[in-house]
C-alpha cells in the first residue's frame, strides 16, 4: 500500500541548490532510513515531507485519509502547557476517552460520569492504549506529568516531541534524528519498540547501530542521484561499495570510448547521414559519462600535538553534589598516557559535570584535579559554536590565526585547513547561521583541533555529523597518540574508539569497566535485571497509582510467580546470543540470521515484562 509518492522535487536557496529532481515512494511497513551527506538537504526534505516547507518544483501525494507525525530535530510545542496538556492536546479519539476517564476518577462521586467513561474506555479498547502510551512517558523519563514545558530542557523537549508522536500512533512517522538527546537506556527500548510495532518509518539518523537494528530499506543521496538499498547498514556498505567500483569501472570505458570518439570528431564529419547524425548526438553524452568524477574528498585531520609528560590529569578525592543529588563521592583517579576512556550512563548521572570538573570550568566541592604541565585540552561540548552576527566561516578560524602549524614544522593558511574540513571556498566567506546543523557541528570540530589538544574530551560528538565524517573522524581518533576521553549515546563510535568505560550509575557511584560498550551490555544483560525491573514497577506504580479493587485470580497468581524465572531464562539466551557477535569473522547472512533470532528474544522479553507489569498494577499495593 503506497503511503506518499514524491514526484521530481528540487529546493534552493538563493544560488545553493540542495537537490534537484527526487523522486521516491513511500510503502506501509516500509522503515527507510535516508542517507545523506551534510549540507545537501536531509532536513529539507524531512520538512517537505512534513508539509512545514514546500518544493520549488515537483509534488509530494499523500494517500487519503494517512495519520502522520513528525518528530524534528527542534521540537514545536506550546510552553504554557504542562506535560500532561501536551499529550492530551493531541486529535487521537483514544485520548480523548482516556481524559474524560482520568477526570472521572477524580471525582467518583458523579456516578454517571464514570460510568460513562469506563464503557468508552471499553468501547475503544482504551484500556491497553493506557498502558502502553503511560510505558512510553516511564521509559523517556516523563513521569512529572504536571511539569510545565517552559521547565523543560532541551532534551526533555525533544522527548516529549518523541513521546507524543510515538502516541498518536501514526500511519507515517517522519524522524529527523531520533536518538539525539536519549540516553543508551532509552535508544534500545526504542528499538525494540520500531521493532515490534507496526509504524512505518522514514528517518534520518547517524546512529548506525539504530539503522542496522531498526531500517529494512536504506535511500541514499549521492552526488544529486537517488540511490535505494533493500536492506539494513550491512547491506547498504557491501552494496555501495560494489556500486562505487562499477561507477568507477563504467567511467574507465567511457573515457576509452571516449578517446577514439573524439578522434573521429576532430576529422570534422559532416552529418550527411543517419548513423553520422546519431554518432555526433551521442557524443556529448560520452564525454559526460567520461568526466564523471566522484568528489568523494574527505575531512582531513593531520595536526600538530605536544608531547604529553609523565604527568597528566590526577583527581584526588574529588567530590560534587547539587542540592541533595550527589555527583562525585571523593573519587580519585590518574589518566595514563595513551588512555581512551568512555563515559556512560543514564541523563542527569553527573556525566557533563564530570567533564567540567576536568576542564576547570566547574570546581568540586572538596577534593582537588592535578594537571600536567604539559597537557593541552581540547574540549568539544555540546553547546558548539555561538557566532557573531554576520561572522563568515573563514573568520571563526582565523581567530586562531591565519596559518596553522602542522607536522614536521609545516604549516597550511586558514583557508586550506578549512577546505580539509570540506568547506571549499566559496563556502568559506558564507555566513555561519547559513550552515546546516551537521556543517556547523564540522566547523566547530576544526576550531577545536586546529588548537592541537594532546588530551581530547568530546561530548557528544557524533550529534548531527553525517556517516562520511563520523567515518573520518573515527579513523583519526584510532590514531590519535594523545589522551582522549568520549561521552557518547553513538554505540557503534564507542565500540570503535575507547579502551574501558567510566559508567556513571547515580548517587556518586562511578564504575571502571575494562573493554568498549558492547562488551559492558553483555556483561550488564547477564546480572539478574528483576530487582531492576521491580525497582521500575514500583516507581512507575507510585506515578501511575490508580483506584482499582481488582485482585488476581488463581491463574494469574500463578502467572506471576512463574514470569520473573521465564524473563530470567530469556534474558540469559539473549547474552548467550549477543556473545557470538563479537566473532569477526561472521558473514552478512549469518549476522542478518543471528538478529533476527535476537529480535525475536527481544520481543519475548518485552511481552512478558509487560504482563508482569500489567499483574503488578492488578494487585493491590
Not at 3 to 24: H, M, P, R, W
Not at 349 to 373: C, M, R, Y
Not at 571 to 596: A, M, R, W
Request: aromatic letters at 10%; hydrophobic letters at 35%; glycine letters at 4%.
Amino acid at each position: 500500500m503506497n503511503y506518499l509518492t514524491v514526484e521530481s522535487i528540487a529546493k534552493s536557496y538563493g544560488e545553493l541548490t540542495l537537490f534537484k529532481d527526487i523522486s521516491f515512494s513511500v510503502h506501509k511497513d516500509q522503515k527507510i532510513a535516508f542517507v545523506a551527506k551534510n549540507g545537501t538537504g536531509k532536513t529539507s526534505i524531512l520538512n517537505i515531507l512534513a508539509k512545514l516547507d514546500s518544493p520549488d518544483a515537483g509534488n509530494v501525494v499523500f494517500r487519503k485519509d494517512i495519520k502522520v507525525s513528525f518528530l524534528p530535530q527542534e521540537p514545536y510545542l506550546d510552553s504554557n502547557l504542562t506535560i500532561e496538556d501536551t499529550i492530551f492536546s493531541s486529535d487521537s479519539e483514544i485520548l480523548k476517552v482516556i481524559k474524560q476517564y482520568e477526570k472521572a476518577i477524580l471525582n467518583p462521586e458523579d456516578t454517571d460520569a464514570y460510568q460513562k467513561a469506563f464503557e468508552d474506555m471499553d468501547i475503544h479498547n482504551a484500556w491497553d492504549f493506557e498502558t502502553q502510551y503511560k510505558q512510553i512517558l516511564f521509559k523517556l523519563k516523563l513521569e512529572n506529568l504536571n511539569q510545565k514545558v517552559s521547565a523543560l530542557s532541551g532534551g526533555q523537549k525533544k522527548r516529549l516531541s518523541l513521546a507524543n508522536a510515538l502516541i498518536n500512533k501514526p500511519d507515517l512517522l517522519i524522524l529527523d534524528e531520533p536518538t539525539n538527546h536519549l540516553d543508551l537506556e532509552m535508544i534500545e527500548w526504542l528499538e525494540s519498540f520500531f521493532a515490534k510495532e507496526n509504524i512505518t518509518l522514514f528517518m534520518v539518523t547517524h546512529d548506525r547501530y539504530f539503522l542496522e537494528r531498526v531500517c529494512n530499506e536504506i535511500i541514499e543521496l549521492d552526488h544529486g542521484e537517488l540511490y535505494s538499498y533493500k536492506g539494513n547498514y550491512s547491506y547498504y556498505l557491501e552494496k555501495k561499495e560494489a556500486r562505487v567500483v562499477q561507477t568507477e569501472v563504467e567511467t574507465n570505458k567511457a573515457k576509452q570510448l571516449y578517446k577514439k570518439e573524439l578522434t573521429w570528431m576532430r576529422r570534422q564529419p559532416k552529418a550527411r547521414t543517419t548513423k553520422s547524425k546519431s554518432r555526433i548526438d551521442d557524443f556529448a553524452d560520452i564525454k559526460h559519462r567520461a568526466h564523471q568524477r566522484r568528489n568523494d574528498h574527505e575531512v582531513q585531520l593531520e595536526l600538530n600535538m605536544e608531547r604529553l609528560g609523565s604527568k597528566i590529569i590526577e583527581l584526588k578525592k574529588v567530590s560534587k553534589a547539587y542540592k541533595d543529588k550527589t555527583i562525585l563521592d571523593k573519587f580519585d583517579y590518574m589518566f595514563q598516557k595513551g588512555e581512551r576512556a568512555g563515559i556512560i550512563g543514564k541523563n542527569g548521572t553527573g556525566k557533563s559535570t564530570f567533564l567540567n570538573i576536568l576542564t576547570q570550568t566547574a570546581q568540586p566541592d572538596s577534593g582537588k584535579v592535578v594537571i600536567g604541565e604539559t597537557v593541552k585540552i581540547g574540549y568539544y561540548t555540546q553547546a558548539g559554536i555561538t557566532p557573531k552576527p554576520n561572522q563568515k566561516v573563514i573568520d571563526i578560524v582565523r581567530e586562531f590565526g591565519d596559518y596553522i602549524p602542522l607536522k614536521k614544522g609545516r604549516q597550511i593558511s586558514a583557508q586550506q585547513l578549512l577546505e580539509r574540513f570540506l568547506f571549499d571556498r566559496k563556502k568559506q566567506y558564507d555566513f555561519v547561521e547559513k550552515l546546516s546543523g551537521g556543517e556547523r557541528k564540522r566547523l566547530y570540530l576544526c576550531t577545536v583541533l586546529i588548537q592541537n589538544p594532546n588530551f581530547l574530551i568530546l561530548d557528544e560528538p557524533t550529534n548531527d555529523l553525517d556517516i562520511v565524517t563520523l567515518n573520518v573522524l573515527e579513523n583519526f581518533l584510532l590514531d590519535f597518540p594523545g589522551c582522549l576521553i568520549v561521552v557518547s549515546h553513538d554505540r557503534y563510535f564507542m565500540d570503535k574508539i575507547v579502551d574501558h568505560l567510566f559508567v556513571f550509575r547515580g548517587e556518586g557511584v562511578i564504575e571502571d569497566f575494562p573493554g568498549n560498550y558492547s562488551d559492558f551490555r553483555a556483561y550488564d544483560d547477564s546480572k539478574p535485571v528483576i530487582s531492576e525491573t521491580t525497582d521500575a514497577v514500583k516507581k512507575e506504580k507510585s506515578n501511575w497509582k490508580k483506584d482499582s479493587n481488582n485482585k488476581l485470580s488463581y491463574n494469574e497468581q500463578k502467572e506471576y510467580k512463574n514470569i520473573e524465572s521465564k524473563i530470567k531464562s530469556l534474558e540469559f539466551d539473549k547474552v548467550e546470543l549477543e556473545k557470538k557477535f563479537l566473532n569477526p569473522e561472521l558473514t552478512t547472512e549469518e549476522i542478518n540470521t543471528l538478529s533476527n533470532e535476537l529480535q525475536v528474544i527481544i520481543d519475548a522479553i518485552e511481552e512478558k515484562e509487560m504482563r508482569w507489569l500489567e499483574l503488578s498494577e492488578k494487585m493491590e499495593d
